[in-house]
């Protein structure tokens, strides 16, 4: 089954503390991207990923980093979370950017 | 800088009352517009792609068509199980992003 697999599903951390948010793909897919959602913001782009060892900021990327050591996985890193990263995070993965994009179930984040 | 605006940001329908979603876009160089259903906690599912001006698609009660300015989904004889937050997104010719509309939330009583 085609899909995008992110974990943990849900998290609840305290600021300061590095955390990592993992995400696989089983599709081959080369685009790969983060987002986060919040309430009246729609969904807004972190960091995208065109291929292997090939990233990029999207609209949102501070406090963020990522990796692309592999294809099928693009963990996100916050290296010391602050409250206002608190949010639902997804992962996507998708054959280029401009076709039909695979979510994954979502990260429900919470920094106290 | 892209901007796509979806309206209304919620509608409630009866069952079977037939209706539209619109997404306004301004975009320099459409290389797709996407839709998307979203259930609540869940991740975004894919519906349509639109590329040019005049396309259509249809997926059992949807269809989505595009203007040079807008896309509408047309909902015909909505169900309960349509229920959910529909999102717009375009892409953009000279960036490898996508710009994501904050959604219209439907809402289809029995």
């Known amino acids: 089954e085609a899909q995008v697999t992110q974990n943990p599903r849900y998290l609840i951390t305290v600021t300061g503390k590095k955390l990592t948010v993992t995400c696989s793909q089983n599709m081959n897919h080369e685009y790969m991207s983060w987002y986060r959602q919040d309430p009246g913001l729609g969904l807004r782009q972190i960091y995208y990923s065109m291929n292997v060892e090939v990233t990029d900021k999207g609209d949102v990327p501070e406090g963020y980093k990522v990796s692309r050591k592999e294809k099928r996985n693009f963990p996100l890193i916050l290296e010391s979370p602050s409250p206002n990263q608190t949010s639902l995070y997804f992962c996507?993965?998708?054959?280029?950017?401009?076709?039909?994009?695979?979510f994954g179930q979502g990260t429900r984040l919470t920094v106290v | 800088e892209d901007q796509v605006t979806q309206s209304p940001e919620a509608l409630r329908l009866q069952e079977g009352e037939s209706s539209s979603l619109n997404c306004s876009y301004t975009?320099?160089?459409?290389?797709?517009l996407f839709w998307y259903r979203q259930d609540p906690g869940k991740g975004p599912e894919f519906l349509f792609t639109l590329y040019s001006a005049g396309e259509e698609k249809e997926k059992e009660r949807l269809k989505a068509t595009l203007t040079k300015k807008e896309s509408f989904l047309h909902i015909t004889a909505p169900k309960p199980e349509d229920s959910a937050t529909y999102l717009c997104?375009?892409?953009?010719?000279?960036?490898?992003?996508?710009?994501f509309g904050k959604g219209t939330m439907l809402l289809v009583s029995p």
């Open positions: 996507a993965s998708s054959k280029g950017v401009n076709t039909e994009a695979f």
């Open positions: 975009v320099s160089g459409l290389r797709g």
């Open positions: 997104a375009v892409g953009n010719s000279g960036y490898s992003t996508l710009t």
